[in-house]
Nanobody
């Protein structure tokens, strides 16, 4: 499976963006999805996770209450809705997937747990 991330851009503080992550295969529905971000000079950090079924989501502390991860398995697509954006949200955002069994209950929070990555999309928030 391959991933294509899009939806980044330049937005003013307080604005919103919706990122999309489109997978190339139907097996996307068998994969958990994570969003990560990486700012210049910093390590890649976890943003949000959603299980293959879409039933539960997990967020980093900075994303809680502002970002929403979702997925549409019929469209092989995952989304990251980002509201109330701040200049410190400026980064390249990546989506990633990992095949999991249906009954898994532990979210995948570390980049090393994923085996397929999209190319990243730049998000720039101006003050």
């Amino acid at each position: 499976v391959q991933l294509q991330a899009s939806g980044g851009g330049l937005v003013q503080a307080g604005g919103s963006l919706r990122l999309s992550c489109v997978a190339s295969r139907r097996s996307f529905s068998e994969r958990a999805v994570g969003w990560f971000r990486q700012a210049p000079g910093k390590e890649r950090e976890f943003v949000a996770h959603i299980f293959r079924s879409g039933g539960q989501t997990h967020y980093s502390d900075f994303a809680k209450g502002r970002f929403t991860i979702s997925r549409d398995n019929a469209k092989n697509t995952a989304y990251l809705q980002m509201n109330s954006l701040k200049p410190e949200d400026t980064a390249v955002y990546f989506c990633a997937t990992k095949r999991t069994i249906l009954t898994v209950t532990r979210p995948l929070l570390h980049p090393s747990e994923y085996d397929v990555w999209g190319q990243g999309t730049q998000v720039t928030v101006s003050s």
